[in-house]
């Protein structure tokens, strides 16, 4: 069955280090995107792509950087992490031609 | 800048009745607009959506109300049930381009 699958789910980091998520699809969907969810804002953009080898910068990108390494894997790079960067992570794929996307579990992320 | 705007913020309809969700757009080159719902503790996921071609879109209990010139649209759930508790979050695009702008969301409480 197609998906999108994240790692991790729950994700404790201190502030000022490295954290990655990781994010795979097996929709075979070129398009991937790596939303934010925060009360009163809704799902706010940050990074997404349009193949292998793309990235491009979404609505709020500063203190993010993204890669996508193949169709299947799309991950989200915070260098130094901050607490303003607390939140739930999702990250989606979805075909060109329209913006049907099919959503991750989400990754809850706490910055201490 | 908030390019999608969604009202109310929280809704509690009693079982039966119907529940009006709005959102409002500023870009005119937007051309689809979906809905999406979100359950306590899991992903959102794609409910309906509109190109607008057309005014009017129906699945089952659920209708979205689209007017061009006032940059509106609207979902209503007709006979609520406990069961469409949830949030809802408008959405739009532009065709072609995948990536999805969000509204702030709409938290939906049905009364039994």
């Known amino acids: 069955e197609a998906a999108v699958t994240q790692s991790p789910r729950n994700k404790v980091a201190v502030t000022g280090g490295k954290v990655t998520l990781s994010c795979n699809q097996t929709?075979?969907?070129?398009?991937m995107y790596w939303y934010r969810q925060d009360t009163g804002h809704g799902l706010r953009l940050i990074h997404y792509?349009?193949?292998?080898?793309?990235?491009e910068k979404g609505d709020i990108p500063d203190g993010y950087k993204a890669s996508r390494p193949s169709q299947e894997n799309f991950s989200l790079i915070l260098e130094l992490a901050t607490p303003s960067q607390t939140s739930v992570y999702f990250c989606?794929?979805?075909?060109?031609?329209?913006?049907?996307?099919?959503f991750g579990s989400g990754t809850r992320l706490l910055v201490i | 800048q908030q390019q999608v705007r969604q009202s109310p913020q929280s809704l509690t309809v009693w079982e039966g009745e119907t529940a009006i969700l709005n959102c409002s757009y500023e870009?005119?080159?937007?051309?689809?607009f979906p809905w999406y719902h979100q359950f306590p503790g899991e992903s959102p996921a794609l409910l309906i959506a509109?190109?607008?071609?057309?005014n009017k879109k129906e699945d089952g209990r659920f209708t979205i109300f689209f007017n061009k010139r006032e940059k509106k649209f609207s979902l209503h759930i007709a006979d609520s049930q406990p069961g469409d508790s949830a949030t809802y979050f408008c959405?739009?695009?532009?065709?072609?381009?995948?990536?999805?702008?969000f509204g702030q969301g709409t938290k939906l409480s049905i009364k039994p």
């Open positions: 989606a794929s979805g075909p060109d031609t329209n913006s049907d996307y099919t």
């Open positions: 929709n075979n969907h070129n398009n």
């Open positions: 792509s349009y193949g292998a080898g793309s990235t």
């Open positions: 870009d005119s080159t937007f051309d689809y």
């Open positions: 509109i190109r607008p071609v057309s």
């Open positions: 959405a739009a695009s532009r065709y072609n381009q995948g990536k999805l702008i």
